[in-house]
């Protein structure tokens, strides 16, 4: 028996960044309560397809869960560029835009609520960040890691010009 199983197949999607005006009500990160995006990341975590997600809302509970992703994901990179997009003044959607070197920017988190889905607002958020990674020139590539089972995302990245780059199985040791 191995030593290591693997717990997550992933696929890399790359995109030249792109500069798509947006009429939508987005907000800058720097312009929301950190709280409404915790929210969000919490409200969407039950219908959330990526397996690594759903495993820490269900080790920590959906709440801790969503404190822990939202910490990760202003944390670990340089800078994390964060957006929500509003509807009728309701969150209906995020996208996190991390910074992981001069020429690249990648897709931290996107997700829609729930309510709001099925109305094209992934889309409308994924090419925000497009839009926003187009206005630093010296950015040339956007990648979007998602689970192989994230049929939702996928249509996404791909509906917004993304192309497949690469294909990964992600292992954990074996308990």
Do not use: W
């Amino acid at each position: 028996m191995s030593d290591f199983v693997i717990t997550q197949e992933k696929e890399s999607y790359i995109c030249q960044p792109y500069a798509y005006p947006i009429k939508a009500d987005l907000r800058d990160g720097r312009d929301v309560e950190d709280t409404l995006f915790i929210e969000m990341i919490q409200a969407c975590y039950e219908q959330n397809q990526d397996r690594s997600i759903r495993k820490d809302a269900i080790r920590y509970g959906r709440y801790k869960a969503a404190v822990k992703l939202f910490t990760e994901l202003i944390e670990q990179e340089p800078l994390t560029y964060r957006q929500m997009l509003f509807v009728n003044g309701t969150p209906a959607g995020i996208v996190f835009l991390n910074t992981s070197s001069e020429k690249y920017r990648g897709i931290g988190y996107l997700a829609v609520h729930p309510a709001f889905r099925a109305q094209g607002l992934g889309k409308v958020l994924l090419q925000a960040a497009c839009a926003l990674a187009a206005k630093e020139k010296s950015v040339s590539t956007i990648i979007g890691d998602i689970d192989v089972r994230n049929a939702y995302i996928r249509d996404i990245v791909q509906a917004c010009a993304f192309e497949l780059s690469c294909q990964e199985l992600v292992f954990e040791k074996n308990s």
